[in-house]
């Protein structure tokens, strides 16, 4: 007669039993049907709470119902900013008049991007692009929730640049992450976002 298990001799079961059930439950979240043309489960995205260019509260619930394409940037970024938003600009313009879809340029830079900066700063782009900041507790939260990297950078004296990821997320109406807008195929990225109008 086999002598019964240990409690030592069972900890390999019991540690493979948890892995398993990971696995398997992460198996399953993948392929939970989120509904007809939903994206698939990310871990992109997340609520948040900032303010637009005009002072006004602005959260992920107020923007859903449109397409975004979310960049996240400064106005002080000498090349990379600016061209991106041009790009989005250009983009936004190939769409059908009308169409469910805005720009979204968050600060990565909210102590000197304030709200009337960000205001400025963009009408020099599409109206359909909207510039979000807010205090630096706010933007560090949503830059978590996103995913992005931004690291201050001294420069000379009380200068600096920001040293920032540089996606565009395209998100749905109901602000899922859906994919990383390629901007260089202008024709394609219109047919993407068309997609999930």
């Given at each position: 007669?086999?002598?019964?298990?240990?409690?030592?001799?069972m900890l390999p079961?019991?540690?493979?039993?948890?892995?398993?059930?990971?696995?398997?439950?992460?198996?399953?979240?993948?392929?939970?049907?989120?509904?007809p043309g939903a994206p698939a489960p990310?871990?992109?995205g997340g609520p948040f709470s900032l303010i637009d260019g005009d002072g006004k509260p602005l959260s992920q619930d107020d923007l859903k119902g449109q397409i975004s394409l979310m960049f996240f940037g400064y106005t002080h970024c000498p090349d990379v900013c600016p061209t991106t938003l041009f790009e989005m600009s250009e983009i936004l313009r190939k769409l059908k008049p009308g169409a469910p879809a805005r720009g979204v340029f968050v600060s990565v830079d909210p102590e000197?991007?304030?709200a009337p900066v960000m205001k400025d700063y963009l009408s020099s782009f599409?109206?359909?692009?909207?510039?979000?900041?807010g205090d630096r507790a706010a933007i560090d939260a949503m830059l978590k929730e996103y995913r992005v990297y931004s690291k201050k950078v001294p420069g000379t004296?009380?200068?600096?640049?920001m040293d920032h990821?540089?996606?565009i997320?395209?998100?749905d109406k109901q602000m899922r992450f859906v994919n990383a807008l390629n901007l260089a195929d202008p024709q394609k990225a219109v047919e993407e976002i068309q997609r999930w109008m």
């Open positions: 007669m086999a002598p019964a298990p240990t409690r030592r001799s079961l019991l540690a493979f039993g948890a892995g398993a059930a990971l696995v398997a439950g992460g198996a399953i979240l993948t392929m939970i049907d989120t509904g990310s871990l992109i000197r991007d304030t599409d109206n359909r692009i909207i510039g979000l900041t004296g009380d200068d600096y640049t990821s540089a996606i997320y395209l998100m």
